[in-house]
């Protein structure tokens, strides 16, 4: 990749270095989360990275040019290799992580983006308090996007009772799913 090339990359980085913020707000969903309200959940909204502009990081050109990707005060950090056939993405804030990997043309190969303790939909709370775990407290949660693809949006909850922790997985629908690696 030529010189100019990779300073119109380094100067992405330039574009959008500012830290990640968001405002918490409490989850309600419905009474039977009232008992699991002292701790504080991010609304999708929140999030620094969200269904408004996740078809932006697919492409690295459009991430450099993107307005309101810029005024969201994102932070990232690319490498700059000059050996590099390849860049790789890393942001994060308290309540949010994304790494991602992209070819020297700045098109996506491999993404992961998590959110941590947001607002989960109403779907999945209703099926973890309305049955055997009605009982037990919501530790942390994520919701886990593969390649900027809303489409594989799966999410990770993890409840606790006295001792005993148990981790549930779920689909973008919020149908129970079999175990997948993390939290």
């Known amino acids: 990749m030529n010189s100019s090339k990779k300073a119109a990359y380094?100067?992405?980085?330039?574009?959008?270095?500012?830290?990640?913020?968001?405002?918490?707000?409490?989850?309600?969903?419905?009474?039977?989360?009232?008992?699991n309200d002292s701790?504080?959940?991010?609304?999708?909204?929140?999030?620094?990275?969200?269904?408004?502009?996740?078809?932006?990081?697919?492409?690295?050109n459009c991430l450099k040019?993107?307005?309101?990707?810029r005024e969201k005060g994102l932070?990232?950090?690319?490498?700059?290799?000059s050996n590099a056939d390849h860049y790789i993405l890393e942001g994060y804030?308290?309540?949010?992580?994304?790494?991602?990997?992209?070819?020297?043309?700045?098109?996506?190969?491999?993404a992961e983006l998590v959110h941590i303790n947001i607002r989960m939909p109403r779907e999945i709370i209703t099926h973890i308090f309305?049955?055997?775990?009605?009982?037990?407290?919501?530790?942390?949660?994520?919701?886990?996007?593969?390649?900027?693809?809303?489409n594989t949006t799966e999410f990770r909850v993890m409840l606790q009772k006295q001792d005993e922790i148990v981790?549930?997985?779920?689909?973008?629908d919020g149908n129970r799913v079999h175990p997948f690696a993390g939290l």
């Open 167 to 172: 981790v549930l997985n779920f689909d973008k």
């Open 93 to 110: 804030s308290p309540n949010e992580v994304v790494k991602a990997k992209y070819n020297e043309q700045g098109r996506l190969i491999e």
């Open 65 to 69: 040019n993107d307005k309101t990707i």
């Open 75 to 81: 932070k990232f950090n690319f490498n700059t290799n």
């Open 10 to 35: 380094s100067m992405l980085i330039v574009l959008i270095l500012v830290i990640f913020s968001g405002a918490g707000f409490a989850q309600v969903a419905d009474n039977s989360m009232e008992k």
């Open 130 to 150: 309305s049955g055997v775990y009605s009982d037990w407290q919501m530790v942390k949660n994520e919701r886990i996007v593969q390649d900027f693809d809303v």
């Open 39 to 60: 701790k504080t959940f991010e609304t999708p909204s929140a999030f620094m990275i969200d269904e408004s502009n996740l078809h932006c990081f697919r492409d690295m």
